[in-house]
Structure formats: C-alpha cells, structure tokens
C-alpha cells in the first residue's frame, strides 16, 4: 500500500564489540522514527572510522573497498525502498531488509492466509458457537485493513504493535449495522483475543519471526451479571399467564433458575438425563456444550414438578427431549413479554436464570460456593465467582453468625 513514509539509511559501528581495534560494521534503516539495524558482515578500524562521513578515512586500498561497498549498500537499501513504493505495499523497516537480503522471495503470509488456516484447521475443535464468533471478529479485522490501507489482505510481517492499537480503536468507535450502540470495551478486548490467538499460531508455525502482542495488554472491565431476587422469581413463578406459548417458556425459565442449566443444554436434555443419585433422588447428569465439562445437578421438588408437566408433550416426544424445543432468539423475545406481565423492569433473558441460580437460589441459601462451582460446571472456580455475587443478606447472615460467635468467646472467658 502506497503511503507516505520519512526514510533514511545511516552507517554505523558497534564500539561495544570492539576486537583488536575492529568493531563490526552496520546500516540502520529508519522509516517513520521506526528502526532496524542490517549486519554488513564488515568490520573496520575504529581510529579510521568517520561517524560525521559514515565513511572510512583515507586512501587506502583497504578503505577504498569498505566506501566503495557501502555505496553499493546505500544504492540497494534505496532501491528496495523505491520498489516497495511501486509495488504499493506497506513500507516498513522490516519490508526493505527482507528484500535486501532476499528473504521476501520466500513466501509471504498474510492475515487471509492465517485465517484460511485458523477456520480449516481450528475449527473442528471448536464449538458452532466459538467458531461463528470467530467468523464475526474475521469480519471486523478484514474490514479495518480496508478502511484503514485501503488493500484486501495484509503480510504478516507488516504486523506490529501500532497495528494492533488502531485496530482496537477501529472496534470501540466502529458501529455494527442494525445495532444501536457502539461495541462494548469487553467485546472490543474478545474480538483482539481471537486475533491474538491465529497471530500466535502464525508464529508457531513459523509464519512470522516476532510476535506483534508482546508488549499489548488487555484490559476488561468487570461486569454485573443481572439475576433475579427472591421476590422477581416468585412473582415469575405464580403469574396467571393464558398464553400457551409464554407459560412453556415460563416454565423452562423457571427449571433453569432451580437448576442453572444453560439455554443450549436444556434444549438437548432427554430421559437419558435423568439419573437415580447417590441419595436416592433424582439427579440431571449432562456435559456442557460449551466446555464439555461433566455436571451433575441434584433436583429441587419445583424442578421435578416442570419436568413431570412436560412429560407427555407431543413436542417433546417427537424430539425425544425433556422439553418443546424453541429458539434462543424466541426464548428471550418471549422473555420479555413474560416481564412486561410480571412488572419486572429488568432486561430479562435466558441467561439470567443461570445468575439467579447462583445467587438467589444457591449462595444466598448458604450452598458453599464450590458447589454452585461443580453444579454450574465451570473450569475455575473463579468464574463462579463472577456469577455468584455475595448478596447483602448474605453478608448480613455471615456477620451475625461471626458477632454470635464472638459474642459467645466473651461470655466464655469471664
């Protein structure tokens, strides 16, 4: 890509390398303040070295080749620079050494190349999911280089850490069609991982000699998870609803609450499922699609009792599940409507009952966070973490238990 580019080529020697009064010779290539230093496989007297003539003084034989050569040198670091003006690629400190030395007749990756190889290879380990997210920030990156170079593709090798601080601020200031707001910092930082993660396998395979995310940090933000108190669920729970269609999706929201089963693994649930425990009662044992991690989930009464009113439904029948099947885009259309008629002002989605079972259901009943931790099964214990917000009367039950305790030590010493 053809821009406009400040270029200089400066010869100098390496006085801390100095050997019986020699110190090799080098030419630093700066373009746009950016430099880079080329060996020349040289070294010279460091008495006759002229650093104000970046030459050899003198007229001896010996001096006259050393000029004589880096002439030559000056000529072909110029003329790799005006070549890469004319073939309108992207002119940078790294671009002209490859071509100097001859490296750029090898081949040259570019980002369309890591990401053929990323979705070829990749993603038939990863979920439909994690993949479709992937195509989305694919998207994202191929058109920043667009808008910001104005070309299709971009070499690997042009790659640096500038490169990845404009892409970021083409994200946050970026406005996605049909979508009202502006994306999200945690978003922006999600789309630079999955970036971040085909640039390392394009340094794995060798693709590119440095790895432009050396120095980038991410930066996410924490985020409050919404749920629903005590009072939201119960008034969700008891509500008069006519709608056939809302009270389904009412009641799969509600076995989700009891239950944190996400939207994904409740639409796959069959009798197969349904597992007699080790206490005798019945327990829900799944893998997530998400992680593939194993969960094993004792059921509540109110949780049975969804599962037995849905046990003869033609719709579950015909698809061997526990549940009608119905759309995640519906579900949460549906949602709302459910909320409107509960006088629940939040932004209620499908989601949200996986939150108010860690919270409302759970921690705020004393299960041990650990628990929640292997009944939501989650990897780390960390990530429950986020989910199981400590709640005030939680707070407030822990203190009293810690004030009695106290309490009770006084009294005992007297």
Request: charged letters at 30%.
């Amino acid at each position: 890509m053809r821009t406009s580019s400040t270029f200089s080529i400066l010869f100098w020697i390496y006085s801390k390398r100095i050997k019986n009064n020699q110190a090799p010779l080098y030419a630093r290539i700066t373009v746009d303040r950016k430099k880079l230093n080329i060996s020349l496989k040289r070294r010279v007297d460091i008495q006759q070295w002229n650093p104000k003539k970046q030459r050899v003084n003198g007229n001896s034989e010996k001096a006259r080749t050393i000029n004589q050569y880096l002439d030559e040198v000056y000529s072909n670091l110029f003329q790799c620079y005006q070549e890469l003006r004319t073939e309108d690629r992207q002119i940078t400190p790294q671009a002209i050494k490859s071509k100097f030395l001859g490296d750029d007749k090898l081949e040259r990756y570019t980002l369309r190349n890591i990401i053929d190889y990323h979705n070829t290879n990749m993603f038939s380990k990863l979920h439909n999911n994690t993949s479709r997210l992937y195509l989305t920030s694919q998207r994202y990156i191929l058109l920043f280089i667009k808008k910001k170079y104005k070309v299709e593709d971009i070499e690997l090798a042009d790659l640096d850490y500038k490169f990845i601080l404009d892409f970021e601020n083409f994200l946050r200031n970026h406005k996605p069609r049909n979508y009202q707001k502006k994306i999200g910092n945690n978003a922006v930082m999600k789309h630079i991982q999955r970036l971040r993660r085909m640039i390392t396998l394009a340094y794995q395979l060798e693709w590119i000699d440095r790895d432009p995310f050396h120095k980038f940090k991410q930066k996410l933000l924490p985020t409050n998870r919404g749920f629903l108190t005590s009072r939201e669920l119960e008034c969700i729970e008891k509500l008069n609803i006519k709608s056939i269609r809302l009270r389904i999706v009412r009641d799969l929201f509600v076995f989700s609450c009891y239950t944190g089963i996400s939207y994904i693994d409740l639409m796959l649930l069959t009798n197969k499922s349904l597992v007699l425990g080790m206490d005798k009662t019945i327990w829900i044992v799944t893998q997530r699609q998400k992680t593939r991690n194993s969960v094993k989930i004792p059921l509540l009464a109110k949780a049975l009792i969804i599962i037995e009113r849905y046990k003869h439904d033609k719709r579950s029948m015909i698809n061997d599940t526990l549940f009608p099947m119905i759309s995640n885009q519906k579900m949460n259309a549906y949602l709302k409507e459910i909320a409107m008629l509960a006088g629940i002002e939040k932004n209620l989605t499908f989601h949200m009952a996986r939150h108010t079972f860690a919270t409302t259901v759970t921690l705020t009943n004393g299960v041990p966070i650990e628990t929640i931790s292997k009944m939501l099964g989650h990897s780390k214990l960390t990530t429950t973490q986020l989910y199981a917000k400590v709640l005030e009367k939680k707070v407030c039950d822990d203190m009293q238990i810690l004030r009695e305790k106290l309490e009770n030590d006084i009294e005992s010493s007297f």
